[in-house]
Structure formats: structure tokens, C-alpha cells
């Protein structure tokens, strides 16, 4: 992908991301609203920009007295997916979370969506909860944990 690079999303993001997002189920995608309060706060939100055009975006939340940091969304437009490009925001996301001294991700995922099972598995994420009818249409989720930073065992 020449010319791709994955950065912090700004402000100046906005139409593109809520575009975006505009073909995701509704219960699926954030408003303009939300993006415009993702994009000031506690967030880590990044982009993936190719010739000119963002194809992909993810949200990370950050929590202040927490060491484990919360992939709330990625998207990747559907021009785009199946390019390896989820993993590749995947990695960047973990990248952001370390430098934000987070040992640990979590995510929660449709337990119906597939293909995030088979990204986050390969990524090294595991199952550490079931949520019964976490999203507002009924369906369950799987909360999914990757340890980043290992424990210290205390040795030298």
C-alpha cells in the first residue's frame, strides 16, 4: 500500500470517519457526536490513510488509575477488508496501549462475528467472559483479554 500509514486521528478526521462508518448496522457505528467526543477525550483513536482516503479507523479508551487499556472499535471499510489491514491496526493499537503504560487489552466482540474471532485469536487474544445479550439488538459478546506488558516476578 504505497503512500498508507496508520496516525492519531484529529478533529479535522471527522466527516471521513463518521462516512466511514455510515454503512455499519446502526447499533454497529458512532454518530457525529460521539466521534467529536472520542476525538477530545481519553481516547487513542487511529486511522489507516491510503492515497489521501482514511479506510480504517480504531478507538481506544484509557481509563486513569487502570493498566488495562479498551479497544472500544475498529473499522475497515469494506473495500479493504480481507488486505491484512485489521491486523496491521490491530498491532498499532497494542503499540498505543504500551505507550500509555497498559498491561493489558480488552475488547468485547459479537459472538457471531467470525472474522474478529479469527483476528484477535491469531493475535494472541483469549475468551475471558461470555456476555449474555450485551449488545442493545439481544446478542451476545465474548470479552477477549491480551496481556501486553508481562507481570514482573520480582527478579533482577
Given at each position: 500500500?504505497?503512500?498508507a500509514l496508520i496516525r492519531p486521528a484529529t478533529r479535522a478526521d471527522l466527516d471521513a470517519l463518521v462516512?466511514?462508518?455510515?454503512?455499519f448496522a446502526e447499533e454497529d457505528r458512532f454518530d457525529r457526536?460521539?466521534?467529536r467526543r472520542l476525538l477530545g477525550g481519553r481516547t487513542g483513536a487511529l486511522v489507516h490513510?491510503?492515497?489521501?482516503q482514511i479506510d480504517a479507523s480504531a478507538?481506544?479508551?484509557f481509563r486513569q488509575g487502570s493498566d488495562?487499556?479498551?479497544l472500544y472499535s475498529i473499522a475497515v471499510a469494506a473495500g479493504a477488508r480481507g488486505t491484512g489491514l485489521g491486523a496491521r491496526l490491530l498491532s498499532a493499537c497494542e503499540d498505543a496501549a504500551r505507550?500509555?503504560?497498559a498491561r493489558a487489552l480488552r475488547l468485547e466482540v459479537r459472538v457471531t462475528n467470525k472474522s474478529a474471532h479469527r483476528l484477535y485469536e491469531t493475535a494472541g487474544y483469549r475468551v475471558i467472559a461470555a456476555l449474555e445479550s450485551y449488545y442493545p439488538d439481544g446478542?451476545?459478546?465474548h470479552r477477549m483479554e491480551k496481556v501486553l506488558i508481562a507481570p514482573s516476578d520480582g527478579a533482577t
Open positions: 500500500m504505497t503512500g462516512a466511514l462508518e455510515a454503512g457526536r460521539t466521534w490513510e491510503s492515497g489521501g478507538v481506544l479508551l488495562i487499556a479498551r505507550q500509555h503504560s446478542e451476545a459478546a
